[in-house]
């Protein structure tokens, strides 16, 4: 009985969700979203979320948005001060982004 109260109740809870198309917003870095006063919250790392931000009524969640080309370059230059042999310390920053929650 309990069973089918379980399975009557998902059911009506998937076709409520269904109702409610999802909006659609620009995305955001995170450095853009620190100026704004949002605050970093922790996640855990499913879907490949880094962390979260919020104000409190808006809740963004926050992804690398890197290049194979980048992470290589910053690798080698890691790895050269390891080494002892940099010739830079410049490198190119890690790009987050942040999409809106709904």
Request: proline residues 5%; glycine residues 8%.
């Amino acid at each position: 009985m309990i069973h089918s109260a379980v399975i009557a109740a998902a059911a009506f809870a998937g076709s409520a969700a269904m109702a409610f198309a999802p909006g659609q917003s620009d995305y955001v870095f995170s450095s853009d979203l620190l100026v704004q006063g949002f605050e970093p919250f922790g996640t855990g790392a499913s879907g490949n979320v880094l962390y979260g931000m919020t104000n409190g009524s808006d809740i963004y969640l926050c992804f690398l948005f890197d290049t194979p080309e980048d992470q290589a370059t910053r690798q080698t230059a890691l790895l050269d001060e390891l080494a002892g042999q940099a010739k830079d310390r410049s490198v190119p920053n890690i790009p987050v982004v942040c999409v809106m929650t709904q």
